[in-house]
C-alpha cells in the first residue's frame, strides 16, 4: 500500500517545518493528492492517526485536497482539464498530444503550527 509511504513522507516534512519554526504541535496539515497519483485519500485519512503517533503531528488534522488532472496541448499549446465525454482530447483544437502538467503528484501544501 503506497499510502503509506506518502503518509510518512508527508508527516516527516510538516515535522521538519514544524521544527525549523521552533513550534511545539502541528494543528493541521494539508495535503494535494493528484487524481493521478494512485493515491487514495481514504487510506490516508484511515491511516493517519496511528501513522502520526508519537510525533508533533499527534492530534492535528489532516486535510487531502484532490488535484484534478490538467493537461497542456502540443499541437494548440493551451492548457485544459480532459472529461471523458470529449474523449480525453483538447476541446480547443480537438488535438491528442498532449501532457499531463498537474494531478500526478502527492505534495504538502500547508502545515498548520502552534508555538
Partial sequence: MHEMSYLMRMISMAAEV?????????????????KTSGVMPYYMYKYYPEASKGTVLEGAELECLEIPVKAFCEECNKEYYPVRENRYLCPHCGGRKARIIEGRDVALRNVVIED
Avoid at 514544524?18 to 493528484?34: C, L, M, Q, S
Wanted: hydrophobic share 40%.
Fill in 18 to 34: 514544524a521544527e525549523k519554526n521552533g513550534a511545539k504541535k502541528v494543528t493541521k496539515i494539508v495535503v494535494d493528492v493528484g
